[in-house]
């Protein structure tokens, strides 16, 4: 099924010949009746000779109304371009076109109307003035049929040519991703919330599970309905009714999009091809505020030349559109730009990636990429969307704008705007020539995974050579450096870890202990293969002097400012993580040899007695409530003892004296 769609000047008998042709008056609202001017989207269909069913999409001609047309056309497969003969081309004639033109509707009639009205000279001046003015346009060479509505001249002539020409047009194309721009919203008792549109990209089934975007309200489809017949199920092209449960009539409105939940994304940036109208009555300067029109939306937005000051009637440039809020795009989808004041069509686009990065202007890397997107082919476009990073770096954008690497394939999906299918299919083949890689659900470009692991290892060995005392770098560190998601960074990691080019900081032995303590010290590291950290002799030396005053006084040694002030931070860190010093609390360190051996008497005392207070584990040691007290609260943590007022007991952890 196709959808047709009327554009020209108001007056030239746009309704009126809808309505010759189908019996339907498309003008459905009393103001319009009682002005006889069309002033918003009209509706019919019509059964050509073959049989085959055409929706109609009627549009007002007057140039106060041409928001509510370019709500209407675009989702047309062919247009009738209404001109009066008696009147020829006008001002709305040539902005109709324009648009016609612009939204590349590449197929079209154009028709002669109120033909009875006028002698065989003028119907060909008028036939000869039209075929000239489309020579530049899309609609070029297209038919040309005089007709009256009233007396029926032209119509089986009419049919006849609408039949073929749409024949001769491609279907629409199914990617499983139906979305239906709103063009009318209205309710009707005993049935509640209906919307109408014309489906794109994907099939739609009573019964399914919707979502409205941008608002991202779910609704359920109760039926679907075309030229007033029921339907289980509608295909792509087609004029639909849907009717929607559980949403209210002002929830929603023309520019909404109903779509499957998380099939589509809104959107306030987006990249395009820009052309100005050759007609356009100014020239188009960066940064001007424009109004844009997309299927059924309209919104305003700020136009970013790319390649350009300031772009010239009939030109072409590259863009960012920025929008003061969300719209739902689609790659290749079609739009048109308007000036607000004074209000007129100056150009439209297309548009090339819906979720591009902040792009700054004139680098030949944006450009490269843009061009590669418009033309390139399926594999070509898949493996651009995957390359985002490198042609980020490439652009010397600012680091804090990348997002991170690896995209799933409904991300894919929807930046390619290719098929579910299609789009598995292409990545399979890429996979298969090494020119992409998988890990897990993700997938990178090849470019991409290979820099990755470049600056992962680079990372890693930055840090040891920044600080060659200490076992490895944290992992969170790695991953927030990597800008990576934690569940992405663990898969990473994995496979670092099975190629050998990083490992685990593992604890220096065993396993319990208040090898709580060690597990939180050590076992979030990673470091190269193979990497120890060492002191230098002249450490050592230091080291040494330092562990000889632990050593002294084994239960009041040095505290940690101490320590820190003898050999500094970086050289007790060190002792920490190798595990010959332990810490306990904020301020104090224990050797590991006086450590063990002070767990060891206070356990052994509190099972020999069922308890210990503070009092007994200091003469127990032989120190000081200063060195006991954070002592025994540091064994409440771990659970080795439990307080009971001014006792402990043995608490639910085992202590075997073993110490990592």
């Known amino acids: 099924m196709s959808c047709i769609g009327t554009a020209g000047h108001v007056d030239h008998g746009k309704s009126t010949l809808v309505k010759a042709l189908t019996g339907i008056d498309p003008d459905r609202l009393t103001e319009e009746k009682e002005r006889g001017m069309t002033i918003d989207l009209g509706f019919a269909w019509l059964k050509l000779p073959g049989g085959q069913e055409v929706s109609i999409v009627d549009v007002p001609g007057h140039e106060s109304f041409i928001k509510n047309m370019l709500a209407g056309v675009g989702g047309i497969d062919a247009a009738l371009l209404v001109i009066a003969a008696d009147e020829g081309i006008m001002p709305q004639t040539r902005e109709h076109l324009a648009i016609l033109d612009l939204l590349q509707v590449q197929r079209g ?154 099939q589509l994304r809104p959107t306030v940036l987006f990249d395009a091809r820009l052309h100005l109208w050759a007609e356009a009555p100014r020239s188009l300067a960066h940064n001007t505020a424009v109004d844009l029109y997309s299927g059924s939306q309209e919104v305003a937005a700020r136009v970013r030349l790319l390649d350009t000051d300031e772009l010239q009637p009939g030109q072409s440039a590259w863009a960012q559109l920025r929008l003061e809020r969300a719209a739902v795009l689609a790659r290749h989808d079609r739009f048109i730009l308007r000036i607000p004041s004074p209000s007129m069509t100056i150009g439209g686009g297309e548009v ?88 897990g659900v993700y997938w990178f470009a090849q470019t991409v995974w290979d820099a990755l692991v470049a600056e992962a290892l680079r990372l890693v060995q930055e840090f040891h050579q920044r600080y060659p005392l200490r076992s490895g770098v944290s992992k969170e560190e790695w991953r927030a450096r990597l800008n990576l998601q934690p569940k992405l960074a663990a898969e990473i990691f994995a496979v670092l870890v099975e190629k050998g080019h990083l490992e685990n900081v593992e604890t220096a032995g065993g396993e319990e202990h208040t090898q709580r303590q060690a597990l939180a010290r050590t076992g979030g590291l990673i470091r190269l293969p193979g990497f120890l950290p060492s002191f230098t002799p002249a450490q050592q030396r230091q080291v040494d002097q330092l562990l000889q005053l632990f050593g002294e006084q084994p239960y009041q040694p040095p505290i940690r400012s101490e320590a820190d002030a003898s050999v500094g931070v970086e050289m007790v860190n060190a002792l920490i993580e190798q595990g010959q010093l332990v810490k306990i609390g904020d301020g104090l360190l224990f050797s590991n040899t006086a450590y063990t051996t002070a767990l060891s008497k206070i356990v052994s005392y509190m099972h020999e007695h069922g308890k210990i207070t503070v009092a007994e584990a200091r003469d127990v040691l032989g120190t000081t409530r200063k060195y006991i007290l954070p002592l025994l609260e540091h064994m409440d943590v771990l659970r080795i003892t439990q307080r009971r007022g001014d006792e402990r007991i043995p608490g639910t952890t085992l202590f075997r004296g073993q110490i990592t």
């Open 109 to 262: 009639i154009v028709v002669l109307t109120k033909a009875d009205l006028v002698d065989a000279d003028w119907l060909e001046m008028v036939r000869e003035e039209v075929a000239e003015y489309l020579k530049p346009t899309v609609l070029a060479g297209a038919p040309i049929i005089p007709v009256s509505a009233y007396t029926g001249q032209g119509l089986p002539e009419l049919l006849s040519t609408l039949e073929h020409i749409l024949q001769t047009s491609s279907e629409r194309k199914n990617i499983a991703r139906p979305r239906l721009p709103i063009d009318r919203v209205f309710s009707l008792t005993g049935f509640g919330t209906i919307v109408t549109g014309t489906l794109l990209d994907g099939m739609l089934k009573v019964g399914q599970e919707v979502e409205i975007l941008p608002q991202g309200k779910k609704s359920r489809i109760r039926s679907l309905q075309t030229h007033k017949q029921q339907l289980d199920e509608t295909l792509p092209g087609r004029r639909v009714a849907i009717n929607l449960a559980n949403i209210a009539r002002s929830e929603l409105e023309r520019g909404n999009v109903v779509a499957l939940p998380d």
């Open 352 to 439: 090339i990636d819906i979720s591009p990065r902040y792009h700054r202007r004139h680098q030949a890397a944006v450009l490269s990429a843009l061009i590669q997107l418009e033309q390139g082919t399926p594999e070509e476009i898949v493996l651009a969307v995957l390359d985002r990073q490198q042609r980020t770096k490439a652009a010397n954008i600012p680091k804090h704008t990348h997002n991170q690497p690896g995209y799933l394939l409904e991300e894919i999906v929807k930046q390619s705007n290719l098929a579910h299918d299609v789009t598995q299919q292409i990545l399979e083949s890429l996979l298969s020539e090494g020119r992409v890689y998988k890990i």
